[in-house]
């Protein structure tokens, strides 16, 4: 049973920083990763997306330049460090194992999920 836990999220004041973290399984080294969020009442969004390998990510525009996304598959961990956040940001985050929708490769502009979404963490940006 694959299990996604989310961890990280909390309160913050616009322009602070946060640490997402994501405990995975040894399986899901295998797969590219990423985070998504997902606002009261909106749909859920891609955010950053790290390869395999962890050496390539790719990013949303929202927060590109802010937003760092990053692996250690030693300990089964996916990471997102945020920084200057902005009242945008508030969402509940959830990370999965990805794989581009397209079928082309990536980067895509959409991802398919490869687990079933677990709890999230929320985060929420103060003014």
């Known amino acids: 049973q694959e299990q996604l836990v989310e961890s990280g999220g909390g309160l913050v004041q616009a322009g602070g920083s946060l640490r997402l973290s994501c405990a995975t399984s040894?399986?899901?080294?295998?797969?590219?990763m990423g985070w998504f969020r997902q606002a009261p009442g909106q749909e859920r969004h891609f955010v950053a997306a790290?390869?395999?390998?962890?050496?390539?990510?790719y990013y949303a525009d929202a927060v590109k330049g802010r937003f760092t996304i990053s692996r250690d598959n030693a300990k089964n961990t996916v990471y997102l460090q945020m920084v200057n956040l902005k009242p945008d940001d508030t969402a509940v985050y959830y990370c999965?194992?990805?794989?581009?929708?397209?079928?082309?490769?990536?980067?895509?502009?959409?991802?398919?999920?490869?687990?079933?979404w677990g709890q999230g963490t929320l985060v929420t940006v103060s003014s």
């Open positions: 790290i390869r395999r390998s962890g050496v390539t990510t």
């Open positions: 040894g399986r899901l080294n295998s797969y590219g």
């Open positions: 999965n194992a990805i794989e581009p929708q397209s079928g082309f490769g990536w980067p895509a502009r959409r991802y398919r999920n490869l687990e079933n």
